[in-house]
């Protein structure tokens, strides 16, 4: 049965509280061994700190933000780093900048770590930042100490290398990787400049132990910020096709050659695992024993819908734009 979109988010709602019930749930436990640890950590750390540098996601700069911050982190300088530019619909930007304005962020830079764009203006804003604020009393001190914190796997440890390749010129410092949990505990300190003589401290990313609707967590999750498994590949994929449909951005008919958008999930995978020749043998039981069927592989196909979707190979998207244009994600 096609579904409609507003019938088709109830049953992505109803398939995400099933498969990983997170709206107003305690998830520290998703990263056991760091996450929990991470916010006194960073607390114990904030003695030696000049400034915070808070690293988002671009394409969800309104929503999924761990509020905890703000309150554990104290009045510290804060610059908030809007990563993923190049996966973003930025056509909105200055509306972005004026909504996050008035939630008290006053200083964001929109980067691309992968392609060190705008990272040279993070250093420059750092600087400023800490020379005009009256908590700053490290005078015998002439080097910078910087906190890098966020969210999981939005950047953070990419931020860090980048920022190292354009004022250093030197490689990698911190391991990167496209899924959550890479960083694990709270670094010593980064060189990422010269002159000012400034260091970085890699922190591992931290959730709020809350998440305040299921919109929210569907959309960090589709960022990455969740391991995928958790949630459902599935599942992930059924609120991606229907964000994709409900904002008319139809990338994806074009690259797996579908000929026509469709808003039902399960045929849309299943064209995607015979375009990508994703077939797996399913025993099935029947009046004269078991038969091997080949069917297509619906989890394989959701895993590369995701992927292309990550990369930008469907085109950039705002999945804030129901914030932007001042409606609840449920409306049509």
């Not at 088709?8 to 749930?25: D, H, I, M, Q």
Request: charged share 25%; aromatic share 6%; proline share 5%.
């Amino acid at each position: 049965m096609r579904l409609s979109p507003r019938s088709l988010c109830a049953a992505v709602r109803a398939a995400w509280r099933e498969s990983f019930p997170l709206e107003g749930r305690d998830v520290a436990r998703w990263f056991p061994g760091h996450m929990a640890k991470g916010l006194k950590k960073m607390q114990s750390s904030l003695k030696l700190v000049d400034c915070i540098i808070e690293v988002h996601d671009a394409r969800i700069p309104l929503s999924g933000r761990n509020p905890l911050f703000q309150e554990t982190l104290g009045l510290k300088p804060h610059l908030l780093v809007l990563n993923k530019m190049d996966l973003a619909d930025l056509k909105e930007q200055q509306k972005i900048i004026r909504h996050l304005e008035r939630e008290g962020i006053k200083h964001v830079v929109f980067t691309n770590c992968v392609k060190d764009e705008n990272v040279k203006q993070v250093i420059p804003t750092v600087t400023e930042l800490v020379g005009s604020s009256y908590r700053y009393h490290r005078g015998e001190h002439v080097e910078y100490c910087i906190m890098v914190i966020g969210v999981p796997n939005v950047g953070k440890s990419s931020l860090i290398n980048s920022l190292r390749r354009q004022h250093l010129r030197k490689g990698k410092a911190t391991r990167v990787g496209g899924e959550p949990g890479i960083t694990r505990a709270v670094m010593s300190r980064i060189q990422v400049c010269e002159r000012p003589l400034m260091f970085l401290l890699d922190t591992p990313g931290v959730l709020a132990p809350r998440i305040p609707s299921v919109e929210t967590g569907l959309k960090l999750a589709l960022c990455g910020t969740v391991l995928d498994h958790l949630v459902g590949e599935e599942t992930l994929a059924d609120f991606l096709l229907y964000t994709l449909n409900r904002h008319q951005l139809l990338g994806y008919v074009q690259h797996y050659g579908l000929g026509e958008a469709c808003d039902d999930i399960a045929s849309v995978l299943k064209r995607v695992a015979v375009k990508l020749r994703k077939t797996q043998k399913v025993k099935v039981l029947t009046g004269t024993g078991n038969v091997n069927v080949i069917q297509p592989d619906y989890p394989a196909a959701a895993r590369d819908f995701l992927r292309a979707f990550r990369s930008g190979l469907l085109g950039p998207v705002m999945l804030d734009r129901d914030f932007l244009q001042g409606r609840s994600a449920e409306e049509p």
